[in-house]
């Protein structure tokens, strides 16, 4: 089965450092999403991207975060300078879309520590 | 502004047992669609079973089913014959229906799910 890959799967970085984190969506899909899990807590809705633009996003998705698909394939969610908070768990999930009961499909995440 | 809530936040049950996991939500909207997702030790999250709020019929998965109390807005999940592999975090979620596919999922706090032997 099609699969939602997410790179690198630990990133670790020091505080006010850029970090890029990856998303290989699967190949017929068209909506895109960011939501991380700070460590014990629940999942967050950060931001929906659909036709190469934002259709949604959280209070926590905030100027110090942006997305793009640079190149049709890779959807990358970049935060410019990392604050101690920002570490979490980020996954990306994506829908095929055409219906609105299509299941969402993420991937295994990556773990974002920062020093 | 839609909010689930699980007051379970751990449960455990015996190998071979049924349980339920509680969740709660309140939402002004009328048409949505409830999920369960499973988070094992690895972090991923797999979807377990979803629930169209218009159909009165309690979705059911294998071992897995939902009792769907729409007026109460109440989503409990029932695991039968429950397995050491069923140990895993489960997260309950929501969606509204009619706003576009690009509609985000609001996720309760989870409960973590232990099984014994």
């Known amino acids: 089965e099609p699969e939602v890959t997410q790179t690198p799967s630990h990133q670790v970085t020091q505080m006010g450092q850029e970090v890029i984190l990856r998303c290989v969506p699967i190949s017929n899909h068209l909506y895109f999403y960011w939501y991380r899990q700070i460590l014990g807590q629940k999942v967050e809705f950060l931001v929906s991207f659909y036709n190469n633009e934002i259709s949604e996003k959280s209070e926590i998705f905030d100027d110090q975060f942006s997305v793009e698909r640079p190149d049709g394939s890779n959807f990358t969610l970049k935060i410019r300078s990392t604050k101690l908070e920002d570490s979490a768990m980020y996954f990306c999930a994506t829908i095929q879309g055409g219906t609105e009961n299509s299941p969402l499909h993420f991937g295994n995440g990556t773990r974002l520590t920062v020093t | 502004a839609q909010t689930v809530t699980q007051s379970q936040p751990e449960m455990s049950v015996q190998e071979a047992e049924t349980v339920t996991l509680s969740c709660t939500y309140d939402t002004s909207e009328s048409d949505y669609y409830l999920f369960w997702y499973k988070q094992p030790p690895s972090r991923q999250m797999i979807l377990v079973i979803r629930?169209?709020?218009?159909?009165?019929q309690n979705a059911t998965e294998n071992r897995f089913s939902v009792n769907f109390q729409k007026a109460a807005k109440s989503f409990s999940l029932k695991i039968s014959d429950s397995q050491l592999g069923d140990a895993a975090m489960y997260f309950c979620a929501y969606r509204i229906r009619g706003t576009g596919t690009a509609s985000k999922l609001t996720f309760g706090t989870g409960t973590r799910l232990q099984v014994t032997l």
């Open positions: 629930q169209e709020a218009y159909k009165q």
